[in-house]
């Protein structure tokens, strides 16, 4: 009887941990732009630290700034890294919702 089972939780475990994350298909998602989301996800979350013009940086490099949209184009990888999540540091707080996440990783992937 053990013997049986004992397979059977290894093979469970291995689907769990071999899942690929999952891609996005760009063609199912919604149309995210600087217009529409972008800009306003930027000034809500990024831009009290990020922006040029920000009173208190708290630390946030000189160079990085979200003001146009060709600044955050110019960050886009980096952005992507910094809020994917698995890899999130960005808000230092954290506090960027899963879904706002999501539209920003296609607004970036997909639309730019
Ligand atoms: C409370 C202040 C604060 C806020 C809000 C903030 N950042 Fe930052 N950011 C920092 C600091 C400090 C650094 C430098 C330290 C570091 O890289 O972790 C930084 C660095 C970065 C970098 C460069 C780091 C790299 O590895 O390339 C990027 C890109 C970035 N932030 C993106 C964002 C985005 C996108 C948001 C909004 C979702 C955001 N940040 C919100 C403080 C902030």
Redo the contacts with the bound molecule.
């Keep these: 009887m053990i013997r049986g089972a004992l397979p059977l939780l290894l093979l469970a475990c291995a689907t769990e941990t071999a899942e690929p994350p999952a891609a996005l298909d760009c063609a199912s998602e919604p149309v995210v732009t600087w217009e529409n989301v972008g800009e306003g996800l930027m000034i809500e979350?990024?831009q009290?630290?990020?922006a040029s013009t920000s009173l208190n940086r708290?630390?946030?490099?000189e160079s990085?700034v979200f003001d146009t949209h060709t600044d955050v184009i110019t960050?886009r990888s980096?952005?992507l890294?910094?809020?994917a999540p698995d890899t999130r540091?960005?808000?230092?707080s954290l506090a960027?919702s899963d879904d706002d996440r999501h539209l920003l990783q296609v607004w970036l992937e997909c639309w730019e």
């Design positions: 979350n990024c009290s630290c990020h708290n630390g946030a490099p990085v960050f980096r952005i890294a910094v809020t540091t960005m808000p230092p960027l």
